[in-house]
Nanobody, 124 residues
Framework: QVQLVDSGGGLVQAGGSLRLSCAAS????????MGWFRQAPGKEREFVAR????????VYADSVKGRFTISRDNAKNTVYLQMNSMKSEDTAVYSC?????????????????WGQGTQVTVSS
């Protein structure tokens, strides 16, 4: 069984930075991909970024491209989301997720394992 634990959320001013972490544990952790998703109040969950575990290939939502960076440390079974130049519209609960499925990895419905989520609030 895979368990994911998100951390690093908090309150930041517009223009500031935060770094989220997602630590994975389990008997054998080797997903195809890991992603970060977010959900703001009253809105649907949306894709933020995704990284292929083996190759490190990254994909970003247009709304965060150039500001956010997803990375992973395979030895620590940890994925990170570095968020810079943050905006008020980045305010949401951020959750990491892992999947063994190889298609549609920007769709949250294709992820099997989820962290508990961490609140990120950007004040303007």
């Amino acid at each position: 069984q895979v368990q994911l634990v998100d951390s690093g959320g908090g309150l930041v001013q517009a223009g500031g930075s935060l770094r989220l972490s997602c630590a994975a544990s389990g008997r054998t952790f080797s997903p195809f991909a890991m992603g970060w998703f977010r959900q703001a109040p009253g809105k649907e969950r949306e894709f933020v970024a995704r990284i292929i575990w083996s190759s490190g290939l990254q994909v970003y939502a247009d709304s965060v491209k150039g500001r956010f960076t997803i990375s992973r440390d395979n030895a620590k079974n940890t994925v990170y989301l570095q968020m810079n130049s943050m905006k008020s519209e980045d305010t949401a609960v951020y959750s990491c997720a892992a999947t063994n499925r190889v298609r549609f990895t920007i769709d949250y419905r294709n992820y099997e394992y989820w962290g508990q989520g961490t609140q990120v609030t950007v004040s303007s």
